[in-house]
């Protein structure tokens, strides 16, 4: 595994600190990865909207609504519940 080293401000600093007190994290390595996970799936929702709403835009119209997203949103973890159970049957 890689090692980064970042310098913070002390305010900075503090908050990590009592974030992985209060949420249970065992270091500061934890901390950032998770961190960092959250900013991947975030990266990956937004590109996986795009590419929705790209091939929406490119065939018939539907009218695209918070319920439609949670609708797919649904549906895809779903799909990657039961592709993780049969990756583990496996």
């Not at 934890?30 to 975030?42: C, I, M, N, T």
């Not at 990956?44 to 790209?54: F, P, T």
Request: glycine share 8%.
């Amino acid at each position: 595994m890689a090692t980064v080293t970042i310098s913070l401000p002390e305010n900075l600093k503090a908050f990590m600190e009592g974030q992985i007190a209060n949420k249970g994290f065992g270091n500061v390595s934890e901390y950032v990865r998770s961190l960092l996970r959250e900013a991947q799936a975030k990266e990956n929702e937004a590109r996986l909207q795009s590419l929705l709403l790209e091939g929406l835009a490119s065939g018939e119209g539907h009218e695209v609504t918070e319920e439609f997203w949670n609708e797919l949103k649904a549906e895809a973890v779903e799909l990657l519940a039961k592709a993780k159970a049969g990756k583990k049957s496996q």
